[in-house]
């Protein structure tokens, strides 16, 4: 994980809420994990824009803050799978209503994103 050279204090649960979650695709990454166990690819196909680069980085940074689980299987070739921990399931309501959230508003986020290009 990328060391801050200021280390940072966390003053309210918001900020470390937002240090553990936020990223592009962590969220999408969490809720997708809710349904089991996936492997490396299966978590891409859910998330096709995201570069496989930026996947790793983020399944590492949740892996480092203990939301998920790697699970490396001694076979050849190699087999991954991650898995939601308790802490990461107790994330499940948080992206559940984000989930909702962004569906109800989806419509008219994107009528705003078309005034904004005219």
Known sequence: MYQKKIEKEYGCGMEVTVEVMGGKWKACIINHLSEGKRRPSEIKRFVPVASRRSLENQLSEL???GVIKKIIYPVMPPKVEYELTDLGKSLLPITRAMEIWGS??????LELKQTDKT
């Open 63 to 65: 892996e480092q803050h």
């Open 104 to 109: 109800d508003f989806k419509d008219r986020f």
